[in-house]
């Protein structure tokens, strides 16, 4: 069983900056791909961005050249540092882990607005 605990949303201005990071309790994490998604209200939840064990990353159009996704295999640990955020960007933002299952965080609200 793994658990994820994501951390680091709240209110920012539009253009500003924030850095998501979710917690993994399973000392086998290194082994896992790792995605972050996002659902915002009325829409379906979406891929934004995902890190292979290896490293490999790849992005959802919308975010790519303003988000970077990064994991920390030594502390269980995946972040998603967001740049240039506009409002669009505003959901709540889940962390996945993934190896043949799947299991979901519990989300952060991330909210841009001026």
């Known amino acids: 069983q793994v658990q994820l605990v994501e951390s680091g949303g709240g209110l920012v201005q539009p253009g500003g900056s924030l850095r998501l990071s979710c917690a993994a309790s399973a000392s086998i994490f290194s082994f896992y791909a790792m995605r972050w998604f996002r659902q915002a209200r009325g829409k379906q939840r979406e891929l934004v961005a995902s890190?292979?064990?290896?490293?490999?990353?790849n992005y959802a159009d919308s975010v790519k050249g303003r988000f970077t996704i990064s994991r920390d295999n030594a502390n269980n640990t995946v972040y998603l540092q967001m740049n240039s955020l506009k409002p669009e960007d505003t959901a709540v933002y889940y962390c996945n882990a993934a190896r043949g299952v799947s299991y979901w965080g519990q989300g952060t609200q991330v909210t841009v607005s001026s």
């Open positions: 890190i292979s064990s290896s490293g490999t990353t």
